[in-house]
């Protein structure tokens, strides 16, 4: 099948559009990857001047359906994308693509989505309750599509000694002020923190000797993942309301269990969906619950093997990005919201 998927693209950060092309392929299809971010002029100039924004826009819709008159794609992915414009999926619907837009990340143009959505064939979200919002507003094609991994770039691996990442508790990700305020509950214990933003944390004396490094090419946390004891996911929002956090399985949750770690996460209501508590993971809902369940793992080398086995084992049977790929090619809508059904509705009824 020939596909093609767009998506923004990072030059130092890989991520779902990588991800997704890569498993595609694998697949055997014939993929091509476009790039609806890689604007020609500096993002102060377009702020400036509006008009130079919307001829930039104007040039990478007329770039995608060039590429698309080459490789007349069966179906065109779309990854998140609201700069892609209802004419030009028109466009590419026209020439004989089906479209689908995998609407991963929340609450990122959360309601340029809600408007955006009937343009596509199907409408995949990250996130329950994102989804969930889509049904209520009358989007039947809209389904809920969880984020993966990619076992060819998440795998456990064994750190050499001097790797400052061996043999610790880690935390990879973005300084956020809830994040801050649980894991200074870890002071004292063998943690290790890197990701962008922490430098607004060096004046916290429970927090500045865990601080580690800025952000990190992603094949450098995964080797960081693949070689810690324990490894710590905060969430975006965490124990905040769900339409700040969304309620979703970030990618972390994922990529940790695939690199063969053994978790400690918050209880977002997703990743309950997906994963068994004290089976695939170890989930805490306070600042001292975090703490006894590090120390606890840290003591029980037997329980750690045996939760990051079977974490890994689960996410290599139902999420990977291979899954994901199947999903988004299938005119069914997917299994998850089958599985998210009951709290979608409640979500929904509670948040209006």
């Known amino acids: 099948m020939r596909i093609l998927v767009s998506g923004a693209l990072n030059a130092a950060f890989e991520a779902v559009p ?9 697949l055997g299809h014939r993929v091509a990857l476009f790039d609806h971010r890689a604007y020609r002029l500096p993002g102060r100039l377009r702020a400036a001047l509006p008009r130079l924004e919307t001829m930039e826009r104007r040039s990478l819709n007329a770039r995608l359906l060039a590429l698309a008159r080459r490789l007349r794609p069966e179906v065109v992915v779309v990854v998140q994308g609201m700069i892609v414009e209802p004419d030009t999926l028109a466009r590419l619907r026209d020439g004989g693509a089906r479209l689908v837009n995998w609407f991963a990340d929340y609450p990122a143009e959360f309601e340029e989505g809600l408007r955006n959505a009937p343009a596509y064939d199907a409408f995949f979200l990250g996130s329950s309750y994102a989804a969930a919002r ?19 770039r998440h795998r456990p691996g064994d750190a050499p000694a001097s790797d400052p990442g061996s043999d610790q508790v880690v935390f990879v990700g973005s300084h956020y002020p809830e994040r801050q305020i649980l894991l200074r509950f870890l002071r004292g214990l063998p943690v290790g923190i890197w990701g962008p933003g922490w430098e607004r944390a060096a004046g916290d004396p429970h927090i500045a000797p865990m601080l580690r490094g800025g952000a990190l090419r992603p094949a450098a946390w995964a080797r960081l993942l693949g070689a810690c004891r324990v490894a710590i996911n905060v969430h975006y929002g965490a124990f905040g309301p769900l339409e700040v956090s969304g309620d979703l399985a970030n990618t972390r949750v994922f990529e940790i269990l695939c690199c063969g770690a053994l978790q400690v996460v918050n209880r977002q209501g997703d990743v309950l969906r997906l994963f068994r508590d004290d089976v695939h993971l170890l989930g805490f809902g306070s600042g001292e619950e975090l703490r006894w369940r590090v120390e606890t793992a840290l003591a029980d080398d037997d329980l750690r093997r045996r939760v990051a086995r079977a974490g890994r084992d689960e996410v290599l049977a139902r999420h990977t990005y291979a899954h994901r790929a199947a999903s988004l090619l299938s005119p069914a809508v997917a299994d998850f919201d089958s599985v998210a059904a009951p709290t979608m509705r409640a979500a929904v009824g509670g948040s209006r």
């Open 134 to 152: 889509h049904r209520a507003a009358g989007h039947a094609h809209a389904a809920w599509l969880p984020f993966a991994s990619d076992p060819e």
């Open 18 to 26: 990588e991800y997704l092309t890569a498993a595609f392929a694998r």
